[in-house]
């Protein structure tokens, strides 16, 4: 069975920081991992994805995720915080083939001024 | 391109009235479908997943079931409504696995309030 964990699940940055948010996955066989944000009353948008190419992901809105296998972690990052990043963020697991996705708890972001 | 659409956006039900929420998917053929829910601090529950029409796989056993009356449609239905069976509900879609990395789309969620 996968699983991830979510550590913190709330993050505050100022704008114009480095956001990190950070995802450790247990798998016994070779993941795909997810990141997703959602925003408030709105449903999950994926950020990005690592499917066993590069290891390091680039997403959508300045978002980068770096797979590690030696760590188990898939942390998002983004070098500089913008208002309009405040949002929920879950990291997902599952592996080839399988139906379904198992998330993390999630991880709020605000950013202030 | 893809597209899913959920209905309604938002709803108030008394506790005990029946329920009934919509999802549909454009723009692909014979997807999984899904129905998640999130409670005030619960994070995402997977309710049932669809890999077919008329195959419904159930996550949890619950006062809810779900059908699958065409290839791009999925309902979630309640004989009766709990006030526990509030939330938002989401409804998800992704291309068969086989092949591909199961990445799920999701919809723009149904706000329950049960009174």
């Known amino acids: 069975a996968q699983s991830v964990t979510q550590l913190g699940s709330h993050v505050s940055v100022s704008e114009g920081a480095l956001v990190l948010l950070r995802c450790n996955y247990s798998?016994?066989?070779?993941?795909?991992l997810f990141w997703y944000v959602q925003y408030p009353n709105q449903g999950l948008q994926l950020l990005l994805k690592y499917t066993s190419a590069a290891t390091l992901v680039k997403g959508i809105n300045g978002f980068e995720a770096e797979f590690k296998k030696s760590e188990t972690s898939f942390h998002l990052t983004k070098p500089s915080a913008h208002m309009s990043d405040a949002a929920e963020y879950f990291c997902a697991v599952t592996r080839r083939n399988d139906y379904k996705l198992s998330f993390g708890a999630g991880t709020t972001v605000t950013v202030r001024a | 391109s893809q597209t899913i659409h959920q209905w309604p956006a938002t709803l108030v039900q008394p506790v005990g009235s029946p329920l009934s929420l919509e999802c549909t998917v454009e723009g692909t053929s014979n997807p999984n479908l899904y129905w998640y829910r999130q409670a005030a601090g619960r994070g995402l529950q997977l309710l049932f997943y669809s890999v077919g029409i008329g195959q419904i796989s159930s996550e949890v056993p619950q006062n809810l079931s779900a059908s699958r009356p065409q290839d791009r449609q999925f309902i979630l239905s309640s004989k009766k409504l709990l006030l526990s069976d509030s939330g938002f509900y989401l409804c998800?879609?992704?291309?068969?696995?086989?092949?591909?990395?199961?990445?799920?789309?999701f919809g723009p969620g149904t706000r329950l309030t049960v009174l």
């Open positions: 798998s016994s066989v070779p993941p795909y």
């Open positions: 998800a879609w992704s291309a068969t696995p086989w092949g591909s990395y199961n990445e799920q789309f």
